[in-house]
C-alpha cells in the first residue's frame, strides 16, 4: 500500500532552520506531485508548497514565501521541506501529500496524506 513518511520535525527556537522530509512508497512517486501542508492547534489544514512531478515548478504559500523551499529526488522517492527563519506561528503538524494531478494538490484533496511530523517554535 502507499506509505509516505514524514521526519524531521521538532522544537527549535525563532530564526532557527528545520528539514522535513518525505519518503514515499508503494507509488510510482516520480508520477505524482507532491506538496506539503500544516496544520496548527484549533485551526484548519492549510497548503504550504507544491512541486509537479518533473521538478520544474513550485508554489508556496504567502506566509512562507522566501523562507520555505521544496524540492524532491525522484531517485530517492523523497520530498524535501526546508524552512528557514521560523516563527512561533510556524508552530504546526505538517503533511506531506502525493497527487497525480497538481490541482489536487490547489484544492487540498491529493491521493495520498502522510501521518505528520511536528514542528514547534518557541519564541
Known amino acids: 500500500q502507499v506509505q509516505l513518511v514524514e521526519s524531521g520535525g521538532g522544537l527549535v527556537q525563532a530564526g532557527d532552520s528545520l528539514r522535513l522530509s518525505c519518503a514515499a512508497s508503494?507509488?510510482?512517486?516520480?508520477?505524482?506531485?507532491m506538496g506539503w501542508f500544516r496544520q496548527a492547534p484549533g485551526k484548519e489544514r492549510e497548503f504550504v508548497a507544491r512541486i509537479t512531478r518533473s521538478n520544474i515548478n513550485t508554489y508556496y504559500a504567502d506566509s512562507v514565501k522566501g523562507r520555505f523551499t521544496i524540492s524532491r529526488d525522484n531517485a530517492k522517492n523523497t520530498v524535501f521541506l526546508q524552512m528557514n527563519s521560523l516563527k512561533p506561528e510556524d508552530t504546526a503538524l505538517y503533511y506531506c501529500?502525493?497527487?497525480?494531478?497538481?490541482?489536487?494538490?490547489?484544492?487540498?484533496?491529493?491521493?495520498?496524506w502522510g501521518q505528520g511530523t511536528q514542528v514547534t517554535v518557541s519564541s
Open positions: 508503494g507509488l510510482t512517486f516520480s508520477n505524482y506531485a
Open positions: 501529500a502525493a497527487a497525480i494531478l497538481y490541482q489536487r494538490l490547489s484544492a487540498g484533496t491529493p491521493d495520498y
